[in-house]
């Protein structure tokens, strides 16, 4: 990989400037769209920017993959076609008869990923609640240690906060390694390489992106040797972004230290008023001062997020008639964008858990919270819960 000048601006200075210095031939302050898929070669093997073959490296993309780089603290970035795609160049690290553990509570697509597929090929995935720090250090210490440990913190879709130092040093003593799922928080909120992860991953379609436009997944690492491991199966599967999607997720990065500080303060007024409501049960969102990590989240994220769920009291019937009575929460899946979104996660983005260990409440409805006026934010949902009473 190329290097580029090591930045040391705040992190809102940051998400303005990584990856977009200025063109040195044309002085264009956006990064170019390079679509061609081959460079010329000086020779055979004579390569004059670095550059090959469009699956291997592409300039927009390496742009996009240094951002990402210097968001998370990294030194090294990736970028793939989505962030399942990005999963799955992390899984190729496993050997047949490895062991993974993964947080108990995660997007049900990575779950069926580890459960549907690698399993076939001899990988071991157990659903394990990593925040019970003592089931964590047995199960890198018993007869089948772990190799690799997935933390997705907070999580998707009970907002469950995982201590990641602790796990992080758990799986070091053990050799094991640490990936955490960034995409709930983003870079803006924590940082998990700082935090002593190994690998930070992301769905790209979320905040990165912030706009419901694109799909994309990113990998950071600060590791050499993972790495090139990384890089080796983002060429060898080739499941990459095209050049204009990596224009567009870099193009959303630029805004995302004032999105997520506005969405996430448009998520804490939300979460206190549902907290109030006779009809809801049950909030789950960071911010609250009843989170079962509060301490956890003062110490681990910079602000508590823009997601959060909650459980309605009259169960699945009236969780079902309150997402399909909002007016400016869409009912879609996916998250992370400057619109807000309602989805219901047992039938919808967790569907593929049903049945297993990872299995939703069917009365859970999950918020997606963008940056619109929190007022009228707040009167949609008090109009659908007058609409879902009945
Ligand atoms: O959709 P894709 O870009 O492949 O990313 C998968 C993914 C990975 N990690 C987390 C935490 C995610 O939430 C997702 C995708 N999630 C949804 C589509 C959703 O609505 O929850």
Redesign the pocket.
């Given at each position: 990989m190329a290097e580029w000048p090591e930045m040391t601006d705040r992190f809102e200075t940051l998400t303005v400037h990584a990856g977009a210095e200025p063109d040195t031939h044309t002085g264009a302050v956006v990064p170019a769209i390079q679509m061609s898929t081959t460079f010329k070669q000086d020779g055979v093997g004579g390569l004059r920017s670095g550059f090959e073959y469009g699956r291997s490296g592409n300039p927009t993309r390496l742009a996009l993959e240094q951002a990402i780089a210097t968001l998370e603290g990294a030194t090294h970035g990736l970028a793939y076609a989505?962030?399942?795609?990005a999963?799955q160049n992390i899984f190729y690290l496993l050997e047949p008869g490895n062991r993974l553990l993964m947080s108990d509570d995660?997007?049900g697509?990575?779950w069926r990923l580890a459960d549907k597929v690698w399993r076939r090929y001899g990988i071991e995935t157990d659903a394990l609640d990593l925040r019970d720090l003592d089931a964590v250090a047995a199960a890198f210490a018993g007869g089948h240690p772990a190799q690799m440990v997935w933390v997705?913190t907070p999580s998707?879709?009970m907002l469950k906060v995982i201590d990641i130092s602790a796990v992080a040093r758990l799986a070091a003593v053990a050799g094991a390694i640490t990936v955490v799922?960034n995409?709930?928080a983003t870079p803006y909120i924590q940082r998990p390489l700082d935090l002593g992860a190994d690998l930070v991953?992301h769905?790209?379609?979320?905040y990165l992106g912030g706009h419901s436009d694109v799909?994309?997944?990113l990998v950071a690492t600060r590791s050499n040797a993972l790495a090139e491991r990384l890089r080796f199966h983002q060429n060898a599967a080739g499941a990459v972004p095209s050049p204009f999607d990596c224009f567009l997720v870099m193009r959303g990065m630029r805004t995302l230290a004032v999105r997520m500080e506005r969405a996430s303060a448009n998520a804490r007024v939300l979460a206190l008023w549902l907290a109030d409501r006779p009809e809801v049960e049950r909030v789950h969102y960071p911010g609250l001062p009843d989170h079962p990590a509060a301490g956890l989240v003062e110490r681990q994220m910079r602000v508590p997020g823009a997601m959060l769920s909650f459980e309605l009291r009259g169960g699945e019937e009236q969780a079902r008639r309150f997402a399909g009575a909002t007016r400016l929460f869409t009912l879609a899946?996916?998250?992370g964008a400057v619109e807000s979104l309602i989805?219901l996660p047992a039938p919808m983005?967790h569907a593929s858990v049903a049945d297993s260990p990872l299995a939703v409440p069917p009365n859970l409805v999950r918020l997606s919270v963008g940056i619109e006026a929190v007022e009228d934010l707040r009167a949609d949902l008090e109009a659908a819960l007058a609409a879902s009473a009945s």
């Open positions: 989505s962030g399942l795609a999963t995660v997007y697509g990575t997705e998707n879709p799922d995409t709930f991953l769905s790209a379609t979320k799909i994309g997944g899946e996916s998250l989805e983005t």
